[in-house]
């Protein structure tokens, strides 16, 4: 592991492989252990960064306001890093996005899995589904969020909670327990948005843009894969990966990296 200072935070990084540099950003639900299945196979042809968002993980959290597409940027500036490709999941798939959108000159492809896009709002159908398989949930109770959490978008709606591999589902309740931790300490502290979102400026985007998702996450992670292949331009949408939820590179990690490095090559 490495640290690098940012703006006063403290961001946690792995560095590793030569070559093209690939940063890797992570779901809200996890931190950047959830690319282990990716790192020492991408490294074997690329740079490989495997961040840890401000917050998140092993990186700090300062009190005052900021913009993780710009910390992405900040990042790439101190390793003396010209351009990058962004690869997300989920929360990370809306930060890489927002990063294209505000700094284009500085991202040279995105590889997008079961992404979340800024501007967009969850379909009644979602938060229907939510209100059948979980209902209500304490906020402040941590372990119990947690569970939902994991219940809702590891398993998926389509899944019962023995299905799914059961390390698999601890460790994704570990990372979401620990993200959900970090969220509860932002309190006042502004993250600052992209302005206007992503939602509406998707054509903008002009780099290579590879977009899957996992036939088993909620039904909106698709729909929300379909757009961004259909509005930027030249995108790749991948086949959903069937037996797969929202952390689909943790979870399926062989068709992942198969796509992955087909497209970075």
């Given at each position: 592991?490495?640290?690098?200072?940012l703006?006063?935070?403290?961001?946690a990084?792995?560095?590793?492989?030569?070559?093209?540099?690939?940063?890797?950003?992570?779901?809200?639900?996890?931190?950047?252990?959830?690319?282990?299945?990716?790192?020492?196979?991408?490294?074997?042809?690329?740079?490989?960064?495997?961040?840890?968002?401000?917050?998140?993980?092993?990186?700090?959290?300062?009190?005052?306001?900021?913009?993780?597409?710009?910390?992405?940027?900040?990042?790439?500036?101190?390793?003396?890093?010209?351009r990058?490709?962004?690869?997300?999941?989920?929360?990370?798939?809306?930060?890489?996005?927002?990063?294209?959108?505000?700094?284009?000159?500085?991202v040279?492809?995105?590889?997008?899995?079961?992404?979340?896009?800024?501007?967009?709002?969850w379909s009644?159908?979602?938060?229907?589904?939510?209100?059948?398989l979980?209902?209500?949930?304490?906020?402040?109770?941590?372990?119990?969020?947690?569970?939902?959490e994991?219940?809702?978008?590891?398993?998926?709606?389509?899944?019962?909670?023995?299905?799914?591999?059961?390390?698999f589902?601890?460790?994704?309740?570990?990372?979401?327990?620990?993200?959900?931790?970090?969220e509860?300490?932002?309190?006042?502290?502004?993250?600052?948005?992209?302005d206007?979102?992503?939602?509406?400026?998707?054509?903008?985007?002009?780099?290579?843009?590879l977009?899957?998702?996992?036939?088993?996450?909620?039904?909106?992670?698709?729909?929300?894969?379909?757009?961004?292949?259909?509005?930027?331009?030249?995108?790749?949408?991948?086949?959903?990966?069937?037996d797969?939820?929202?952390?689909?590179?943790?979870?399926?990690?062989?068709?992942?990296?198969?796509?992955?490095l087909?497209?970075?090559?």
């Amino acid at each position: 592991m490495s640290k690098i200072e940012l703006d006063g935070a403290t961001l946690a990084y792995d560095d590793l492989g030569d070559g093209n540099p690939v940063v890797l950003l992570h779901a809200g639900i996890a931190d950047r252990r959830m690319w282990c299945g990716q790192v020492d196979v991408l490294a074997g042809r690329h740079r490989v960064l495997n961040l840890d968002l401000r917050g998140y993980g092993e990186s700090n959290l300062p009190e005052h306001a900021f913009a993780h597409h710009d910390d992405v940027v900040g990042f790439l500036d101190a390793l003396g890093i010209e351009r990058a490709t962004l690869v997300g999941c989920s929360f990370g798939g809306a930060v890489a996005i927002n990063t294209a959108l505000a700094h284009p000159d500085r991202v040279a492809a995105l590889a997008l899995f079961g992404s979340a896009v800024s501007g967009y709002e969850w379909s009644d159908e979602t938060n229907d589904l939510w209100d059948t398989l979980i209902g209500e949930v304490d906020d402040e109770d941590l372990d119990a969020t947690a569970e939902a959490e994991v219940r809702f978008w590891v398993v998926g709606p389509g899944r019962q909670p023995a299905d799914p591999d059961p390390a698999f589902l601890d460790f994704a309740r570990e990372m979401d327990r620990r993200a959900l931790a970090a969220e509860a300490a932002l309190g006042n502290i502004e993250v600052r948005e992209l302005d206007p979102p992503a939602i509406n400026r998707l054509a903008e985007i002009r780099v290579p843009v590879l977009v899957g998702a996992g036939a088993a996450d909620v039904p909106d992670i698709s729909v929300l894969a379909d757009l961004i292949a259909a509005q930027v331009p030249g995108a790749t949408r991948l086949p959903d990966v069937p037996d797969a939820a929202h952390l689909l590179p943790l979870e399926r990690p062989t068709p992942v990296n198969e796509a992955l490095l087909a497209f970075l090559r």
